[in-house]
């Protein structure tokens, strides 16, 4: 199955056209498309003031323009899973967000959609995150960020999964409904993947039994970032957690590192993020699995790391 047929399976389920689950072959497609990159790059980028340093990484990626053009339909998929203060560093910085909305929308953007799917209590983790409030101050009908609607969960079966071959995913976060996925998720750690990056955000496109996927944590993520695919992953590194992840303790658990960490690459971008931590990415199973998986580049001494 290529690009064109997997798109039109998405939309006749949508539709209602498809009785039964879609079939998505997106394995090979995500294979050749590994295949036919070139070399993986990340950008590393410090500063203190947040909308500038999300101006800097776009602009050492390309600039917004080479992922949002005018018209598009963006989801901008941050950390917004906790209950938890921004100070915490259990969710994604407000500020980033934000930065990351308005860049958007001045590229032309028909909408820019934030969303997830909180562990806690959504509205208050959702209020507690800032993410909201930050969203709304920008003042611009086509940013939202809103709750998601448990009635758009779609099954997905997914052909050449190694552990996991069906599961529900939010219809807004597929590529039928959304031109340009931006996950945005924050560094820190977690008591049973080990670090929770830009692979594990995804799970809060997830519908159904997510915790699930914890029983086989590694392949398992690999599996369901066959679907889900962003067009950039800017990693959330301004405060990291240190320990008792993913939601965290005190603030003696948060390290100030005032970074972020960007790349096309959802694999090479983890890769790198790991060293922030101290570890190797061959310490985090996802990504492994991802990379086993042709998703990506593990291997830093075959990315190009771009620093400033």
């Not at 917004?80 to 001045?106: F, K, S, Y």
């Not at 709750?147 to 807004?172: A, H, T």
């Not at 690999?222 to 405060?239: E, F, G, Q, S």
Request: charge should be positive; proline fraction near 5%; hydrophobic fraction near 40%.
């Amino acid at each position: 199955m290529d690009r064109r047929e997997f798109l039109e399976r998405v939309a006749a389920w949508s539709t209602g056209v498809c009785l039964a689950t879609p079939i998505f072959r997106v394995r090979d497609i995500v294979a050749a498309e590994a295949n036919a990159r070139k070399r993986s790059v990340v950008s590393v980028v410090r500063g203190k003031d947040y909308a500038a340093l999300v101006d800097r990484t776009l602009k050492s990626l390309g600039g917004i323009k080479k992922f949002v053009q005018e018209g598009m339909r963006v989801v901008v998929k941050p950390n917004i899973g906790w209950d938890r203060p921004p100070e915490q560093a259990a969710n994604t910085n407000a500020m980033v967000v934000e930065a990351i909305v308005r860049q958007c929308l001045d590229a032309g953007a028909k909408r820019v959609w934030v969303f997830d799917r909180p562990c806690n209590d959504p509205r208050r983790s959702y209020a507690r995150s800032g993410i909201p409030a930050a969203v709304a101050s920008i003042g611009d009908v086509r940013a939202q960020c809103f709750q998601l609607n448990p009635k758009r969960y779609v099954p997905v079966r997914i052909d050449g999964g190694k552990s996991i071959q069906q599961f529900e995913f939010y219809r807004d976060a597929l590529e039928t409904e959304c031109d340009c996925y931006i996950n945005v998720p924050v560094a820190k750690h977690h008591a049973l993947a080990r670090l929770t990056l830009g692979l594990k955000n995804t799970m809060g496109v997830l519908g159904g039994r997510r915790g699930e996927l914890h029983k086989d944590i590694g392949p398992r993520l690999a599996d369901v970032n066959l679907v889900i695919r962003p067009k950039l992953t800017i990693i959330d590194a301004t405060r990291i957690l240190l320990r008792n992840g993913p939601g965290g303790q005190s603030l003696d658990d948060v390290k100030v590192l005032d970074t972020l960490v960007a790349s096309t690459d959802p694999v090479a971008v983890d890769a790198y993020a790991t060293t922030l931590f101290g570890l190797k990415p061959e310490d985090v199973r996802s990504t492994v699995a991802a990379h086993q998986l042709g998703l990506g580049e593990m291997d830093l001494s075959r990315v190009k790391i771009l620093e400033t």
